[in-house]
């Protein structure tokens, strides 16, 4: 067996704690609430505004559906917090959902100072109209949206 030189075994140690890192970051992002789907919710959202078309395009799988939403709502204490809701789950693990913008159809921008937020689903209402979780302070419910607005993305793990 050909031994290796200490360069070569370098750079597989550091290869290798790389990996291990990244594991390890992704394994801590999504968070178990303990929902009877078993369903994991990443700990923050994406960072940039998506109309459901490029949302859907890019994440797919991992956007939740009508059904995980209504999970999310029906299943979980909701905290209104500073400028958004801390969301609990059965198990005791919480989430924080917060205030979200939205770009509308014609490109308007519309920046939440603490009213409302809204989150994409992979899931259709219809010919143009995908289903989103929609919040403010004393309402939280599931509705439509054209799919040309731009919202933002929290995505799930699923089991």
Partial sequence: MPCLNIEAMKKIFFFSMMCLMALAVNAQEFVDLGLPSGTKWKDKNEKELFNYNAAFGEFASSLPTY???????????????????????????????????????????????????????????GLNLSHILIFTKNVRDVSESKRCNWRTVRLVQNK
């Fill in 67 to 125: 059904a995980q939403f209504m999970e999310l709502k029906d299943n979980c204490k909701w905290e209104w917090m500073d400028n958004g809701y801390k969301v609990t789950g059965p198990n005791g693990n919480s989430i924080y959902l917060p205030v979200t913008s939205v770009r509308d159809c014609d490109g308007e921008y519309y920046e939440s100072s603490g009213g409302s937020g809204s989150y994409w689903s992979s899931t259709s209402a």
